[in-house]
């Protein structure tokens, strides 16, 4: 057994080692350790200064860049969407200050929004399955007239994106609704499915854009916040976007991406990301600017995934209107991405050697 000995001799032992360490400390190792440690503390603060006068630098760049994109943005969109009708659809709450900024760049690009929407809970939650079924049921006589191949076995989820790209895109004339499109849009809004604003939308729109305001696993659920989607509510945006494709050019537009979130759910399904142009980062300038001119180059055939991840590119080609019908409303087709018309100034110029500056026969 341990007796009071052994705690008697291991309590000596600590004060020793501890008047030891004083004697030390205060002696011939004072001015070894006070020199190190002025030393450190004097490299620690030079590090945080240099640390600030970076990060001040770094901000001060980014603020001029900033400046930059701003001043530069309607002079790259000019004529990109000259003439053109665009439907907005809000996917899932999407911040106010970002579908105006949408909105703002689309005309500045001389677009017209001609519709906006926005989809409700009942568009994938659960409870609404048996519902969802139901209309999209009652809907397909009248979409298989309206749209040529659709699928005999489409699923509710891809019929009911079908009746939303129809009832903001279909027309019966040169921009006239058809009744197509307003029957439908009042059986989506009558199943408490989409909900429009207080505008009538009076002319087809030539093009959809699905922004999305939630990010992904990473995303904060604080207060405030959009919640990030669920992995089926994901999954049911990409059928949602692929079908709106099938009638219509269709750019689906998000935050900054990260894992789970609507426009990286997108680009995963290669279904969907063949035919369908996405959009990453529109809470920033760079990105609402970045959303008609892809638009543009969608109506031109030209699908992208636009944004700075990988396997993205940071900007589309440029298309602009030549003032000369292509079959595509008098929108030019992109020249190799330069920031240039869709077509050369000289009417009779052609790819065509023959027609080269070199003074070639005709």
């Known amino acids: 057994m341990i007796d009071f000995r052994y705690h ?18 205060a002696g011939p ?52 969407l000259l003439g053109r009708d665009v439907a907005l659809v809000d996917l899932d709450g999407v911040a106010d200050d970002v579908r105006e900024g949408v909105r703002q760049r689309i005309e500045d690009a001389g677009g017209t929004v001609v519709a906006s929407a926005e ?3 009942a568009w994938t939650d659960d409870d609404h399955a048996g519902f969802r079924d139901t209309v999209a049921s009652g809907m397909r006589p009248r979409l298989a007239a309206a749209v040529p191949g659709l699928p005999t076995d489409a699923s509710s989820e891809a019929l009911l994106g079908t009746a939303l790209a129809v009832a903001l895109t279909h027309e019966s004339g040169a921009g006239v609704r058809s ?14 499915l989409i909900a429009v604003d207080g505008q009538t939308q009076d002319k087809p729109a030539d093009a959809v854009v699905l922004l999305s305001g939630a990010v992904g696993s990473k995303a904060s659920t604080s207060d405030g916040e959009t919640p990030p989607p669920a992995e089926a ?41 063949e035919h369908v142009t996405t959009v990453s980062g529109v809470e920033t300038p760079t990105g609402q600017i970045v959303v008609p ?23 589309p080609p440029i298309v602009r209107d030549t003032g000369t019908p292509t079959g595509l409303g008098g929108i030019g087709v992109p020249t ?6 869709g077509a050369s100034d000289d009417p009779q110029a052609s790819d065509d050697p023959q027609n080269s500056d070199d003074g070639g026969n005709d």
């Open 8 to 25: 008697l001799v291991s309590l000596i032992s600590v004060f020793l080692a501890l008047a030891v360490g004083i004697i030390l400390g």
């Open 29 to 80: 190792l004072q001015g070894t350790i006070g020199a190190q440690l002025t030393d450190q503390v004097d490299a620690l603060r030079t590090e945080r200064n240099d640390l600030r006068d970076s990060l001040a630098q770094a901000q001060g760049d980014a603020d001029e860049r900033l400046t930059f994109i701003e001043a530069a943005g309607p002079a790259l969109l000019e004529g990109t």
């Open 119 to 121: 989809l409700t809970k």
């Open 179 to 192: 009744d197509d499109a307003t029957a439908l849009e009042q059986q989506l809004v009558q199943g408490d």
């Open 233 to 273: 509510e994901v999954a049911a945006m990409s059928v949602l976007a692929t079908a709106v494709q099938g009638v219509a050019p269709v750019v689906v537009a998000g935050p900054t991406p990260t894992s789970g979130d609507v426009v990286s759910g997108v680009r995963g399904d290669s279904a969907a990301a």
């Open 293 to 315: 001119l892809a638009v543009a180059a969608q109506l031109a055939g030209t699908t992208g995934h636009y944004g700075f991840a990988d396997g993205t590119s940071p900007l």
């Open 336 to 341: 190799n991405g330069d920031l240039t018309d």
